[in-house]
């Protein structure tokens, strides 16, 4: 996800037997047919029931800019039931205006002990060859840590879509200030 203000609404819907609890980046965003804290779903489904989809509809504000983490608890209704469903899916309503298309995505490993003196600036350009470089909107984040080695993996989404443009390149380029 570039940007979660691209997105109106959300739709998930869900083929579960028997209970099923959804969370999206940690947060829960729906359940059905278990009760928080219970070890089996609340009732059996059955019949035509395992294969209707339960439906839920999770607050755009949910996302995050970049990679989002889907996670899903699915119970019986008893020890010994003989059979498990699930199915999953979750589409976006885009916001007028917003073109949907693939952005390109820049990830590296920065050394947190040698960035005295260095800028980091993530840029893009529809040639590899010329001038034509132009700084990336979007502020690179951290996606992890590691103080043993004094290390971050940054990642940065370009804020074009690939389908906007013919071609579309990314860099990474270090400046040594005085």
Excluded: K
Excluded at 16 to 38: K, P, Y
Excluded at 143 to 154: E, F, G, I, R, Y
């Amino acid at each position: 996800v570039v940007d979660p203000a691209h997105f109106t609404a959300l739709a998930g819907s869900a083929i579960r037997d028997d209970g099923i609890v959804v969370w999206l980046n940690g947060t829960e965003v729906g359940r059905d047919n278990l009760t928080a804290g219970s070890t089996f779903a609340t009732n059996a489904i059955s019949g035509t029931a395992e294969r209707t989809p339960w439906t839920f509809a999770p607050a755009p504000a949910a996302l995050q800019p970049g990679l989002n983490v889907i996670a899903v608890e699915v119970r019986q209704s008893a020890a010994d039931s003989s059979d498990l469903a699930f199915d999953l899916s979750l589409t976006g309503t885009l916001a007028a205006g917003v073109t949907a298309g693939d952005y390109l995505t820049l990830r590296w490993v920065r050394s947190t002990a040698a960035l005295a003196g260095v800028t980091t600036t993530v840029e893009s350009s529809s040639s590899l060859s010329g001038t034509a470089w132009t700084p990336v909107a979007r502020t690179p984040r951290v996606l992890s840590s590691d103080s043993a080695t004094n290390t971050d993996v940054m990642e940065v989404i370009d804020d074009v879509p690939v389908t906007a443009v013919a071609r579309r390149f990314l860099r990474l380029r270090f400046t040594l200030v005085p």
